[in-house]
């Protein structure tokens, strides 16, 4: 991630409008930061694939933290906003957008015109983009969330809160593509496989990936154990190993117990990039410690939480 500074900052303000889907793209989904609390009770946290792009969005718009917005996956939607103006800004993967045909960059906040046609761009790399207006978007909350049960359709509306906020960008882009290595802790069932086995090769991501997880393809690994196990607690990041002998990494809306052995977790800094990992291309594992784990957490943290604060407190940043 990168150091960016806004090239510009004014404030637009104006009535609610609504947002009507005429297509709703490729696993389109309202997420804000997800139910918490409710794990004993089958519903996992959900959230956004890509807390960064998501908490980046927010930023340039100076949303409060738990707003909700649109999250889509390689192909994005087709929308058309009802009343406003509105005021937007796309991040993460996604390329921008066109409004009526003239292109929209990413992370650069916009003006979004009643009866004007928005659809995202191209991603060249990486898998999940965000569209976010200023104020969010107001869903009926059920277990104290917005994050929708099922993803957009045709023909839904959804509504703006406001339309206020500052028109600006960043002039080199804060949003980078993952490395193609994840870093892990060991899981619970580590010893019932061979390590070399699983992290001597690069693994292909499949296309059977989604928010609930990532199946991958390579050489089956070498299972030590062959007891089955009963059901288990598993988070977002944990590495599980089907029958098959390849690796599943669950999502952010993945179920909350799994009776595959868990070869290991993927490190919390790491996790947005699971979200951006994309069918076709490879992937490695590297173990590490607890504490080069919470290391990583923290330098990734610091550098987040440096650019929203200056985003919020409108200081220009250094590029």
Same mark, same amino acid.
């Given at each position: 991630?990168?150091?960016?500074? +806004?090239?510009?900052?004014? /404030? ?43 908490? *980046?969005? =927010?930023?340039?718009?100076?949303? %409060? ?12 939607? !087709? ?15 996604? /390329? ?5 045909? =003239? ?9 979004? *015109?009643?009866? @004007? ?23 009926? %909350? ?13 023909? #839904?509306?959804? &509504? ?10 960043? /002039?080199?882009?804060?949003?980078? %593509? ?6 892990? *802790? ?8 061979? %390590? ?9 991501? !499949? ?12 050489? +089956?690994?070498?299972? *030590? ?6 059901? /288990? ?33 993927? $490190? ?7 979200? @951006? ?11 590490? #410690? ?9 330098? &990734? ?7 929203? =604060? ?5 200081? +220009?940043? $250094?590029?």
């Amino acid at each position: 991630m990168k150091d960016s500074t +806004p090239a510009f900052t004014e /404030e637009f303000s104006g009535p609610f409008g609504q947002i009507e889907v005429v297509r709703p793209g490729m696993d389109s989904w309202v997420v804000d930061l997800g139910r918490s609390g409710f794990r004993d009770k089958g519903v996992g946290p959900g959230g956004p694939a890509d807390r960064f792009s998501f908490d *980046l969005a =927010h930023g340039l718009l100076n949303n %409060p933290p738990d707003q909700a917005m649109i999250e889509f996956s390689l192909i994005g939607p !087709t929308l058309i906003s009802r009343g406003g103006p509105l005021v937007a800004v796309f991040t993460g993967a996604v /390329e921008g957008g066109f409004l009526d045909g =003239h292109p929209i960059p990413r992370e650069k906040t916009f003006l979004w *015109l009643s009866g @004007q046609s928005l659809r995202t761009g191209p991603m060249n790399r990486g898998t999940r983009g965000y569209l976010a207006l200023a104020g969010g978007l107001t869903i009926p %909350p059920i277990l104290g969330s917005r994050s929708g049960l099922r993803p957009l359709q045709s023909g #839904d509306l959804l &509504k703006g809160t406001a339309s206020k906020g500052p028109l600006r960008r960043l /002039e080199v882009r804060a949003w980078q %593509p993952p490395e193609g290595v994840l870093r892990i *802790l060991p899981g619970p069932e580590v010893d019932r496989f061979e %390590p070399g086995n699983f992290f001597g090769q690069t693994w292909t991501i !499949t296309h059977q990936a989604n928010r609930m997880g990532i199946r991958l393809e390579g050489n +089956p690994i070498v299972r *030590l154990d062959y007891r089955e196990m009963l059901s /288990e607690p598993v988070l977002a990041g944990t590495i599980q190993i089907n029958h098959a002998g390849m690796p599943m990494i669950l999502g952010v809306a993945a179920q909350t117990i799994g009776g595959y052995p868990r070869i290991g977790i993927v $490190i919390r800094a790491d996790q947005d990039a699971i979200g @951006q990992l994309r069918p076709g291309e490879t992937v490695r594992f590297v173990q590490v #410690d607890q504490e080069e784990a919470f290391r990583a957490l923290e330098a &990734k943290t610091a550098l987040g939480n440096q650019l929203l =604060h200056r985003l919020r407190a409108g200081v +220009p940043l $250094i590029g």
